[in-house]
């Protein structure tokens, strides 16, 4: 009972940092759960071409939860240091390191409780307005929303491994540091990051396939597979430019004597080359949401203008006559 009501005490005399950790989680389980509902939702298996739908629903579950395993590990890289100043002082009290280990699942099982179920009925709430939402853009006419376990067993199941995940994480950092290291996690300052010009190579060499894929593709609808392999390049080759590409960009600035060795680019120069290997993880997310979040709008509404002009493409004709082997000739008469 003590371990409990330590781990509980430790979360609400932390929630300043536990807050922004406890709402990106709750965020992204209710945004897994809206896509797993629309999966499962029988208004969407009664379009026209569902299959297709539910196939590029289900390769945007894949990059959320890309997207959301990356989140939680960067808002939780906030309160880790915050934990460990706060297991040192417990360790210098009298506390073993397996007495640590049992207080620090305590919180995670805490945490997991909390996120999840904000993020359940936040899903719950607004699944009901995006599927009316989804339903008006692709013209369905059947608004039913299925609520089944299958979604809610997926995303707790999901985010029970990302848990687990940093749980672990939690354990080697608790083993590994000694007590002195615990108790000046929160003022210890980044290392200076290295150059990594095989990832550098890398990233390019990703962002240049993503975009060739894409722009070579040839039919949106008949390529789902070939765009989902893109966005994925995309996706890494982002993290991976924005956190060792910066880091380059920074040294090559600093080896540059006559611009570094002035006031104001000293002390900025410095602190950018610091702070960049834990800041260049938000800038690459903001920057892939804000793409996505054009690239959603601007693709949305190309689509909802230009539908028109997408039917009488594929179908230039009013009447179609299509005759197979051991069957009778059918007739489909579209009225443009």
Request: proline share 1%; net charge positive; glycine share 6%.
């Amino acid at each position: 009972m003590l371990y409990w009501k330590l781990a509980w005490q430790s979360i609400v005399k932390n929630k300043l940092e536990y807050l922004p950790f406890i709402l990106a989680g709750s965020a992204a389980v209710a945004l897994n759960l809206i896509i797993q509902l629309l999966i499962y939702s029988k208004g969407v298996k009664d379009l026209i071409a569902s299959v297709s739908v539910i196939e590029m629903l289900s390769f945007g579950q894949v990059v959320i939860c890309i997207l959301s395993i990356i989140f939680l590990i960067y808002t939780y890289s906030f309160l880790s240091k915050r934990k460990q100043t706060e297991f040192g002082l417990f360790n210098v009290l009298g506390m073993q390191k397996m007495d640590l280990i049992k207080i620090s699942w305590r919180q995670q099982l805490i945490s997991f409780v909390l996120i999840t179920v904000l993020g359940i009925i936040s899903g719950l709430v607004f699944s009901k307005v995006l599927i009316l939402l989804f339903m008006k853009l692709v013209g369905g006419n059947n608004f039913g929303l299925n609520i089944s376990g299958l979604p809610i067993l997926f995303v707790t199941i999901f985010f029970s491994v990302c848990f687990l995940c940093l749980l672990v994480k939690d354990v080697f950092s608790i083993i590994r540091m000694k007590t002195i290291s615990l108790l000046h996690a929160t003022k210890k300052g980044d290392s200076e990051p290295k150059n990594h010009w095989f990832l550098f190579i890398l990233g390019i060499g990703l962002l240049a396939g993503g975009y060739y894929i894409s722009l070579t593709v040839t039919s949106p609808l008949k390529a789902i597979t070939q765009f989902f392999i893109a966005v994925l390049l995309v996706v890494c080759a982002t993290y991976l430019l924005f956190i060792v590409a910066s880091t380059i960009v920074l040294k090559l600035m600093k080896q540059n004597k006559a611009y570094y060795y002035q006031t104001n680019h000293f002390i900025t120069v410095s602190n950018m080359l610091f702070r960049m290997k834990q800041n260049a993880t938000g800038l690459a997310s903001v920057s892939l949401l804000t793409t996505m979040a054009l690239v959603v709008v601007v693709t949305t509404v190309s689509m909802f203008i230009g539908q028109e002009d997408y039917v009488n493409q594929q179908f230039p004709r009013a009447v179609i006559l299509k005759k197979t082997n051991h069957q009778k000739i059918q007739c489909k008469q579209f009225i443009s």
